[in-house]
Structure formats: structure tokens, C-alpha cells
């Protein structure tokens, strides 16, 4: 089966940094695009970044500037370097991917379990 596991969540204060790391493991044939999405309590989820089979990334508004997507060379991997951090990014932050299995079925939007973030003083 197919695994993506979130890393590198934690407490931080405000104007800190954090770096989470997701990986992809399993019947994995290849991953097209992974990105990042989180949610805080009751709010709606949040596209945060991604990062495309063309190596394009796009950012949210509310993290440009301050978060950066980037990907490992084996492509199965993908981090999310985030600086600068305010209270209002505190969330559970989920690694998505979309990818095709060894059996050839496509997988859009696969999930993590998602890690914790809270930036409190």
C-alpha cells in the first residue's frame, strides 16, 4: 500500500521557524505533484503550497514570502521550510500527493495523517 508520513511539527514562538518533511513510501510507481494543506480548529482547510510535475510551486497568500515547498531528489519526498512564523498558522498541517500505483491505478489528493503546528509564546 501507499504511505505518505508527516514530519517535524512541534511548538515553536512566534517569529520561529520550522521545517516539515513528508515521505512517500509503498506500491508507489510515481508521484506527480505533492503540496501541503492545513487546517485549524474550525476553520476550513487551507491550500498552503504546492509543488507540480513541472516543478512549478504556488503559494498561499497568507504564506508567500515566508514558506518554501521544495522536493527531494527522488521525488518522493517533500518539505515545507516555514519562517517567520505568526499564532495564526498554528494548524494541523497534511502532505498530499497525487500519484500512480504499481498496479497503475492513479491516486488524486492521497493524505497524510498530518502533523501538529502551534507557534504560541
Known amino acids: 500500500q501507499v504511505q505518505l508520513v508527516e514530519s517535524g511539527g512541534g511548538l515553536v514562538q512566534p517569529g520561529g521557524s520550522l521545517r516539515l518533511s513528508c515521505a512517500a513510501s509503498?506500491?508507489?510507481?510515481?508521484?506527480?505533484?505533492m503540496a501541503w494543506y492545513r487546517q485549524a480548529p474550525g476553520k476550513q482547510r487551507e491550500l498552503v503550497a504546492t509543488f507540480s510535475n513541472d516543478d512549478t510551486r504556488t503559494y498561499a497568500d497568507s504564506v508567500k514570502g515566508r514558506f518554501t515547498i521544495s522536493r527531494g531528489g527522488a521525488k518522493n519526498t517533500v518539505s515545507l521550510q516555514m519562517n517567520s512564523l505568526k499564532p495564526e498558522d498554528t494548524a494541523v498541517y497534511y502532505c498530499t500527493a497525487d500519484l500512480q500505483r504499481d498496479d497503475g491505478d492513479l491516486l488524486q489528493d492521497y493524505w497524510g495523517q498530518g502533523t501538529q503546528v502551534t507557534v504560541a509564546s
Open positions: 509503498g506500491s508507489i510507481f510515481r508521484i506527480y505533484a
